[in-house]
């Protein structure tokens, strides 16, 4: 129990930066979508989906590989550290070259060639998240989880001043002193005042993360072949991982039926998208904290029912977000615009598809414990066939919900997959019972609440009352837990 605390204290700080963070970004999400008309906000989708695929690419499974091999008494921690930074620092150097030298190319093949300037912002904002990622992980594996969040806090709040700054003042500065503000402003820029913002704070970002590398730097050619053999499959886990998170945002562009404003489908399906990663947020925080925790604790004598014991949390922290976010949705759906609420019926099906990705991470600790990362390739593999064929036979069918539904059907069979693998290899005893009633409770109330006909605020205070009757359940299920979790 003590260790479960110390898990979700070390969830709380990195929630400091993600949650916190991600939620001041969040908030720009009705700037975007009051600011900019769908078609231009699908531009902004479609071009990040691209950036968070790449950004796997180019760190290809390096981070995970730093966590384990930093844990292995045999191996210098410097040794570790150099030798996996210098590799990333190599292929970053060569993707700069590559990506620059053919951006207006892939801008000609994308239809940005008119803007290949937000290309240049794009690559340069992968190179530097690629750069950050060791140096990220070993604030994480030494348990510096304040200057982590501190570091991720900046970079947020450069991004979001920024934002504000040539999105809502200069506009307004605009009117009452042009010639001033022209010197720094040009309202024809628009949209690419997103990309330019985001590429300003990765570059402080990565500033304040150069004490990190006073170090004495290392080679050590034999390391960095365990550490390549244990992280390529661990890349192909991510690449396919983001083909099944961005996929469908770049599918919706090519597949949508004919008719459609292609680019305003993918921004209102990118703006809904949204309002589901509040699930997104906490799995993101957790993930922080857990992956080094988990190979922390992987020599302890109890190690199995600790893990157990984390995912029966994590499931039942996840069914509150569900249920909060679903039962107050008439006050979330505000915070994009309402030329964007089209696409909100999608946003029950994305909150329990990120669930269930939550859940697969936590059954991911027994591949990685074992090295037989290449099942987890495997898995992910199957998962992004899935995603490529359900996409191409749904979204031509029923739009962005097809994208929807693909996304929730391809991270439940990676979950059951990865579940029955695990059980044959590393054998861990979940509470099942426990997990699978908080996780069908939980959405049985909601779809219970969807019969709820009343005013605003007579269906507020009986979707509150819904929500504090499941909580006082769980109290009343887990209580002597909590007791010696409060106690340790």
Avoid at 50 to 68: C, D, K, Q
Avoid at 76 to 93: D, E, G, P, Q, R
Avoid at 119 to 147: G, H, Q, S, V, Y
Avoid at 440 to 467: D, G, H, P, Q
Wanted: contains cysteine; charged residues 15%; aromatic residues 18%.
């Amino acid at each position: 129990m003590s260790a479960i605390k110390k898990l979700a204290s070390q969830t709380v700080v990195y929630g400091l930066s993600s949650i916190v963070g991600r939620l001041l970004n969040y908030l720009l999400v009705p700037l975007y979508t009051n600011t900019f008309l769908p078609a231009q906000y699908g531009i902004v989708t479609e071009l990040y989906a691209y950036v968070s695929f790449l950004a796997v690419v180019m760190t290809y499974g390096m981070e995970t590989a730093y966590f384990r091999y930093s844990q292995k008494d045999n191996i210098s921690k410097n040794a570790v550290f150099s030798t996996s930074f210098l590799s990333i620092l190599s292929t970053t150097t060569l993707f700069l070259i590559v990506a620059l030298g053919y951006s207006q190319s892939i801008a000609n093949f994308l239809n940005y060639q008119q803007n290949v300037w937000y290309l240049w912002c794009m690559i340069f904002i992968i190179a530097i998240d690629a750069l950050t990622a060791i140096p990220f992980a070993k604030l994480r594996a030494e348990n510096k989880a304040l200057k982590f969040a501190g570091i991720r806090l900046i970079n947020i709040f450069v991004n979001i001043f920024l934002n504000l700054f040539f999105i809502v003042l200069c506009p307004i500065w605009e009117k009452s002193n042009p010639e001033l503000v022209h010197h720094f402003y040009n309202a024809n820029i628009g949209i690419g005042y997103i990309f330019i913002s985001n590429l300003v704070a990765s570059f402080v970002m990565l500033i304040l993360l150069l004490p990190e590398l006073k170090i004495k730097f290392e080679f050590d050619k034999e390391l960095w072949k365990e550490l390549i053999k244990y992280a390529l499959p661990l890349l192909f886990v991510g690449l396919a991982g983001m083909v099944n998170e961005t996929a469908d945002r770049i599918m919706l562009k090519y597949w949508l039926p004919p008719g459609k404003d292609v680019m305003a489908e993918t921004g209102i399906y990118g703006a809904c998208y949204k309002i589901s990663i509040i699930m997104t947020i906490f799995i993101q925080t957790f993930r922080y904290a857990a992956e080094p925790f988990f190979f922390n604790h992987s020599k302890q004598t109890d190690a199995r029912q600790l893990y157990a014991d984390v995912m029966k949390y994590f499931v039942i922290a996840c069914s509150i977000i569900f249920l909060m976010t679903m039962l107050y949705l008439d006050i979330v759906k505000f915070f994009i615009g309402k030329k964007y609420w089209a696409g909100l019926p999608i946003v029950p099906v994305l909150l329990v598809a990120n669930w269930f990705l939550g859940i697969y991470f936590n059954l991911t600790v027994w591949y990685k414990l074992t090295n037989k990362t290449h099942y987890g390739a495997a898995i992910s593999l199957m998962g992004a066939i899935i995603t490529i064929i359900f996409n191409i036979l749904l979204i031509p069918r029923f739009g962005y919900y097809g994208a929807a539904w693909t996304t929730l059907i391809c991270y439940a069979t990676m979950m059951l997959l990865s579940y029955f693998q695990g059980q044959v290899h590393f054998r861990i005893n979940y509470d099942l019972k426990k997990i699978l009633g908080y996780l069908l409770l939980s959405i049985l109330l909601y779809w219970v609440s969807t019969f709820v006909e009343a005013s605003f605020n007579v269906k507020m205070i009986v979707n509150t009352s819904i929500v504090m009757i499941y909580i006082g359940f769980i109290v009343l299920v887990e209580y002597k837990n909590f007791i010696k979790l409060k106690n340790e």
